[in-house]
C-alpha cells in the first residue's frame, strides 16, 4: 500500500494536475506543494506512468463479419423484396408444371427420379438460402431505423 | 465538433446513407471498445455496440449540430451497459483476464524499446485486470478519461455530474487501481526522490 501524503493539499488536486485541467491557482499550489512533499511527487509519477500504459492501449479490432452492414435505403429495399415475391412466384408456376410433366412424361421411373434428385437438390439449396434470409431479416438489429 | 464529424453529420442529416455509414463505422468501434471495458466480455460488447448505433442513427435528427458527437455516443453506450447490468448478470466467465489471454489488449508503442515495452505491456494488462476490482462508478471514470480520453467537461456531460466531482471520483479511481498495482507489485519500484518530477512537469 503506498503512503498517504499528511499535507493540506486536496487528493484529487494531483489528477487534476496530471491531467492538465487546473485553474491557474490550484496548479501553482501542486507545484509549490511537490517541490518539498516526495510522497505526491512519487504518487504522480505513479499515476502518470499508469496514464502513459492505459493511453497506449490499443484493443485488438472486430472482425468485418461480425459487423451488420447498416441497412439499405428504402427503393433498394422494395426492389430486393418484390424480386424475392416475383421468383418465389415463377418458381411455383413453373415447379407445378415441370411436376405435372413430370408424373404424365412416358419416362421410366429410374429416368423420372434421376430427374427428381437433381430438382430436389436445387430446391433445398435455394430453401436453405431463402431461410437464411428470413432470420437475417428477423434478427436485423437496424430493422427499426428509419432512414 | 470534429471537422470530419461536422460535415459528415451534415451529409447523414440530408439523407445521405455514405456519410451515415461513415459515422456509424467511425463511432461503433469506440463504442465497442468502451463497451468491452465496462462489462468485460466480447459478446455483450458487440451487442452493447450494435444496440449503441441503432440508437445512434435514431436520434441523428435530434442532435444538436454545435456539440461534439462522442460524448453523446459514450452516454448511449453508459446507459445500455447500465440498462443491461440491471437486466441480467453479465457473463463474467469470459472476464477481462481472459481477454487479457487472448490478447484483447494491445499494446502499441512503437518508440519503446524491447524492455520497456515488456514494462509496458505488463503494467497494461494489470491495469486492465484491476478495472475489473472497481466499483461500476469508478470503472466508467477511469474508461472514458484513461482509456477514451474525454476532458473533464466532457466526462461531466456524460455521467451528468459537475466538474469537481469527475475530478474527485476519477482521482479515487487512480489510487484504488494504484493501491491494487502496488499490492500486485506492478508499481512502486523505482521510487522518485528528487524534485526533478514537480519541475518538468
Redesign the interface.
Known amino acids: 500500500m503506498p503512503p498517504d501524503c499528511d499535507r493540506r493539499l486536496e487528493p484529487e488536486l494531483l489528477s487534476g494536475y496530471l491531467d492538465g485541467e487546473l485553474f491557474q491557482a490550484e496548479e501553482q499550489r501542486v507545484r509549490i506543494h511537490l517541490e518539498d512533499c516526495a510522497v505526491c511527487r512519487q504518487a504522480l509519477a505513479e499515476l502518470r506512468q499508469m496514464r502513459e500504459a492505459t493511453m497506449s492501449t490499443r484493443f485488438e479490432p472486430v472482425p468485418d463479419e461480425q459487423w451488420r452492414e447498416t441497412p439499405k435505403g428504402p427503393a433498394s429495399r422494395l426492389l430486393r423484396g418484390s424480386g424475392w415475391v416475383l421468383f418465389v412466384l415463377w418458381l411455383i408456376v413453373v415447379g407445378g408444371y415441370a411436376a405435372f410433366q413430370l408424373i404424365t412424361a412416358p419416362e421410366s421411373l429410374w429416368e423420372k427420379l434421376l430427374v427428381v434428385g437433381g430438382l430436389s437438390a436445387v430446391v433445398l439449396l435455394f430453401l436453405s438460402v431463402l431461410l437464411d434470409r428470413l432470420h437475417d431479416a428477423r434478427s436485423d438489429r437496424y430493422k427499426g431505423v428509419k432512414r | 465538433m470534429d471537422n470530419d464529424d461536422g460535415s459528415l453529420l451534415v451529409r447523414a442529416l440530408t ?1 445521405d ?1 455514405s456519410a ?2 461513415n459515422l ?1 463505422r467511425r463511432y ?2 469506440v463504442a ?2 468502451t463497451a ?1 471495458q465496462l462489462v468485460g466480455n466480447r459478446e455483450d460488447a ?1 451487442d452493447i ?3 449503441a ?2 440508437r445512434f ?2 436520434a441523428l435528427g435530434r442532435i444538436d449540430g454545435s456539440r461534439p458527437l462522442r460524448p453523446w455516443v459514450y452516454q448511449i453506450v453508459r446507459n445500455l451497459v447500465r440498462d443491461r447490468c440491471r437486466r441480467q448478470a453479465l457473463r463474467q466467465a469470459e472476464s477481462l483476464e481472459t481477454l487479457l489471454a487472448e ?7 512503437a518508440g519503446l524499446d524491447p524492455e520497456a515495452q515488456a514494462i ?1 505491456r505488463d ?2 494488462r494489470r ?2 485486470a484491476a478495472l475489473a476490482s472497481l466499483t461500476e462508478q469508478q470503472r466508467e471514470i ?1 474508461v472514458l ?3 477514451q ?1 474525454l ?2 467537461q466532457e466526462i461531466a456531460q456524460v455521467l451528468a455530474i459537475p466538474r469537481g466531482t469527475v ?2 471520483r ?3 479511481a ?2 484504488r ?3 491494487i ?3 500486485s507489485g506492478a ?2 519500484s523505482s ?5 526533478s ?2 519541475a518538468r ?1
Open positions: 439523407g446513407p451515415q455509414e456509424v461503433r468501434v465497442y471498445n468491452l458487440l455496440a450494435h444496440e448505433m441503432v442513427l435514431r490478447g484483447a489488449f494491445e499494446p502499441t508503442d509496458r503494467l497494461q491495469l486492465s477511469v478519461r484513461d482509456y480520453d476532458s473533464y475530478m474527485s476519477l482521482h479515487g487512480r489510487m487501481l494504484r493501491e498495482l502496488h499490492d508499481l512502486g521510487p522518485v526522490t528528487g524534485g518530477d514537480a512537469l
